[in-house]
């Protein structure tokens, strides 16, 4: 088996990155892949999210036949090239929640990847902020894809930054994430949006997403 190994990264802390891979690690499960989630940041808050599940008994996410499920992985950054490694001969996804303004770490989070998925807000200080990972990315050599995360309804501040990313000749994610309430609502319920509101708005977004990140090159 060789997994798709996603690293999401971002130097900005407060971008969303680890609701984001919390979100999309459970909408692969539900599709019937299995999805380790290696967890590298200190902060350990999407492993902290994981437990609380476990300690609300909320069943491993699989498909209707069965297929799927999630690991959760808390490790220190330099353990993480082997266990990605590791990990990525029993998985059909290995998803690494990178810490923030941690360049090593980073570093290593990228190298060990084959994907960085960047998500970013739609303001100036985000997309500025952005420009270091993308460098990063491609010291690597290590395909980037920007996703435009907890985008607000008006969309004129929006339509601004795409100028600006565009500018980067930065690869852009075709799905969009909105600033929705359930994808908070949900981690706090120990839930992945998508077992929250199965048909909601936001759902529909991250499982767009995910298929998207699936087949990116």
Same mark, same amino acid.
């Given at each position: 088996?060789t997994?798709r190994?996603?690293?999401?990264?971002?130097? *900005?802390g407060g971008?969303? *990155?680890?609701?984001?891979?919390a979100?999309?690690?459970?909408?692969?499960?539900e599709?019937?892949k299995?999805? =380790?989630?290696?967890?590298?940041?200190?902060q350990?808050?999407?492993?902290t999210?994981?437990?609380?599940?476990?300690e609300?008994?909320?069943?491993?996410?699989r498909?209707?036949?069965?297929?799927?499920g999630?690991?959760v992985?808390r490790?220190?950054?330099?353990?993480?090239?082997?266990?990605?490694e590791?990990?990525?001969?029993?998985h059909?996804?290995?998803v690494?929640d990178s810490p923030p303004?941690?360049?090593?770490?980073? *570093?290593i989070a990228v190298r060990?990847?084959d994907?960085?998925?960047?998500?970013?807000q739609?303001?100036?200080?985000?997309v500025? =902020?952005?420009?270091?990972t993308? *460098?990063?990315?491609?010291?690597?050599?290590?395909?980037?894809?920007?996703?435009?995360n907890?985008?607000?309804p008006?969309t004129?501040l929006?339509?601004?930054?795409l100028?600006?990313?565009?500018e980067?000749?930065?690869?852009l994610?075709?799905?969009?994430?909105?600033n929705?309430?359930?994808?908070?609502a949900?981690?706090a319920?120990?839930?992945g949006?998508?077992?929250?509101?199965?048909r909601g708005?936001? =759902?529909?977004?991250?499982?767009a997403l995910?298929?998207?990140v699936m087949?990116?090159?």
């Amino acid at each position: 088996m060789t997994a798709r190994i996603v690293t999401i990264a971002q130097q *900005k802390g407060g971008a969303g *990155k680890t609701t984001l891979a919390a979100h999309l690690a459970i909408a692969w499960a539900e599709s019937g892949k299995s999805v =380790a989630v290696v967890d590298i940041d200190p902060q350990a808050s999407l492993s902290t999210w994981w437990e609380m599940r476990d300690e609300l008994g909320i069943p491993v996410p699989r498909n209707g036949r069965g297929k799927g499920g999630v690991t959760v992985h808390r490790l220190g950054g330099w353990r993480t090239a082997g266990e990605v490694e590791r990990l990525a001969r029993d998985h059909d996804v290995v998803v690494i929640d990178s810490p923030p303004h941690a360049e090593t770490e980073a *570093k290593i989070a990228v190298r060990a990847a084959d994907l960085v998925l960047i998500p970013v807000q739609p303001s100036p200080m985000d997309v500025w =902020a952005t420009l270091p990972t993308l *460098k990063l990315a491609a010291a690597e050599k290590t395909p980037a894809l920007l996703v435009l995360n907890r985008v607000p309804p008006r969309t004129n501040l929006t339509e601004a930054m795409l100028s600006r990313i565009a500018e980067m000749s930065a690869s852009l994610a075709k799905t969009r994430i909105g600033n929705r309430v359930a994808l908070a609502a949900s981690m706090a319920e120990g839930k992945g949006v998508t077992e929250h509101q199965k048909r909601g708005t936001a =759902a529909v977004e991250i499982r767009a997403l995910a298929a998207e990140v699936m087949k990116a090159k």
